[in-house]
């Protein structure tokens, strides 16, 4: 998934306004993609080798790029927002009947790899303030969210092998990089540079800023049951 905001060489942007009634120049790049995917297997044989799978990998990038441009507001700020909204939820559902024994396995992977980005190559950017904001938009961070489910229920007379997989990874990258011995970011007041994510673990239900969950559940036989289940915060790089 990309959305890009690309300002080539020669382009001039200007916002006019004054004190009364400043102008307003804003440009921003929002990726907002959610994937879902369900796998659900039943095998009833003397003897089997069994395997499902569910595997989504997202990657996606939210980028604005100004190379030779002028972007200004004669009596405003100049505003570059790039931010991810992104959700992956693989689920794998087996039964394995046998009469005698067998092997099966469950594997689901759940990955989302976002960059946020601005660059600024050889431009000028000139305004009341400059706010550059790479993994936030109206000051809202970025959200991600990445649960997997591996589910085996087996029956058989004798000791079977059941191993369910799961995993769920988020990798963040938010990165504002200035190039140039030409580019200039001229304010009047104040010029804010934040490529900080907030990864905070919330509970369930709350809606956490990045969330990554695993759950793994697989009763090898009939009457024992194990499960795991985990949330852990992920690091931005």
Do not use: C
């Not at 039943?42 to 499902?52: D, R």
């Not at 976002?114 to 000028?124: G, K, T, V």
């Amino acid at each position: 998934f990309q959305a890009l905001v690309t300002l080539g060489d020669g382009a001039h942007l200007t916002s006019v306004g004054n004190n009364a009634d400043p102008g307003v120049l804003r440009i921003a790049a929002v990726n907002d993609y959610g994937a879902n995917d369900h796998v659900e297997v039943e095998s009833v044989s003397g003897f089997s080798i069994t395997s499902a799978r569910s595997d989504i990998v997202a990657h996606s990038l939210a980028g604005i790029a100004a190379n030779g441009t002028i972007i200004e507001n004669a009596a405003g700020d100049v505003v570059f927002e790039v931010k991810t909204k992104a959700a992956v939820r693989p689920d794998v559902s087996l039964l394995v009947v046998t009469a005698l024994t067998g092997f099966s396995d469950a594997i689901a992977n759940g990955q989302i790899f976002e960059e946020n980005r601005i660059d600024l190559d050889s431009a000028m950017l000139k305004g009341t303030n400059i706010n550059l904001f790479a993994g936030m938009k109206g000051g809202v961070p970025n959200i991600a969210s990445a649960f997997s489910n591996a589910q085996i229920t087996a029956f058989s007379l004798l000791p079977s092998i059941n191993v369910p997989v799961s995993n769920a990874d988020i990798t963040e990258s938010n990165i504002i990089s200035i190039q140039g011995t030409s580019t200039k970011v001229q304010a009047l007041e104040n010029v804010n540079l934040s490529a900080t994510p907030r990864l905070t673990e919330l509970p369930d239900g709350l809606g956490g800023k990045m969330r990554v969950g695993q759950l793994g559940i697989a009763p090898p036989q009939v009457p024992t049951e194990w499960s795991e289940k985990k949330y852990n915060p992920i690091e931005a790089l």
